[in-house]
């Protein structure tokens, strides 16, 4: 499909072993919509946080930057789209805004989708630093945000009813 070549997605995102959430999730339903779609794990898990057990890595900043560098380095970091899910540290999610700010300032189009996977029904399941990193950085920069109800609350400051 030619228009899959000039539709792409970067998507930062989770990689669980058994479920789907975060980029296991995601990227067949927007390659069924002709997206082409790179993907960066965030974190890969045996299973999403809600389990009693949780194993496996969160990847850094620096890793994270590593990636990103190889891909323009290459000038393959032309996208449409971002999309960016779970994150599992502070430094990993700056390393996140920054490279938003970047592709913004390659493609000005580029729509940001942000879901500030960070918790739900009254608890965080994410450190509690993050909170602010995107209610004061990230935020401001999506252009699509897909908070789930109690994350809307958190960022706004607010009780919804």
Same mark, same amino acid.
Request: proline share 4%; charged share 20%.
């Given at each position: 499909?030619?228009?899959?070549?000039?539709?792409?997605?970067?998507?930062?995102?989770?990689?669980?072993?058994?479920?789907?959430?975060? $980029?296991?999730?995601?990227?067949?339903?927007?390659?069924?919509?002709?997206?082409?779609?790179?993907?960066? !794990?965030?974190?890969?898990?045996? $299973?999403?946080?809600?389990?009693?057990?949780?194993?496996?890595?969160?990847? !850094?900043?620096?890793?994270?930057?590593?990636?990103?560098?190889?891909?323009?380095? !290459?000038?393959?970091?032309?996208?449409?789209?971002?999309?960016?899910?779970?994150?599992?540290?502070?430094?990993?999610?700056?390393?996140?805004?920054?490279?938003?700010?970047?592709?913004?300032?390659?493609?000005?189009?580029?729509?940001?989708?942000?879901?500030?996977?960070?918790?739900? $029904?009254?608890?965080?399941?994410?450190?509690?630093?993050?909170?602010?990193?995107?209610?004061?950085?990230?935020?401001?920069?999506?252009?699509?945000?897909?908070? !789930?109800?109690?994350?809307?609350?958190?960022?706004?400051?607010?009780?919804?009813?």
């Amino acid at each position: 499909m030619s228009s899959s070549s000039s539709r792409r997605v970067l998507s930062i995102q989770s990689h669980v072993v058994s479920g789907y959430v975060g $980029n296991k999730s995601a990227t067949f339903p927007l390659q069924v919509l002709g997206y082409e779609v790179d993907q960066i !794990n965030s974190v890969q898990l045996c $299973n999403h946080t809600g389990y009693k057990h949780v194993k496996g890595q969160v990847l !850094n900043a620096e890793e994270l930057g590593e990636l990103f560098d190889g891909l323009v380095l !290459n000038d393959i970091h032309h996208y449409t789209h971002i999309l960016t899910g779970y994150v599992g540290s502070e430094s990993f999610l700056f390393k996140v805004v920054d490279i938003v700010k970047k592709l913004k300032k390659t493609n000005p189009n580029l729509i940001y989708v942000c879901d500030p996977v960070m918790g739900d $029904n009254g608890h965080m399941y994410v450190p509690k630093e993050l909170l602010p990193i995107y209610r004061d950085h990230l935020v401001a920069l999506a252009d699509i945000l897909t908070p !789930n109800q109690y994350e809307a609350e958190l960022l706004t400051g607010l009780q919804i009813k």
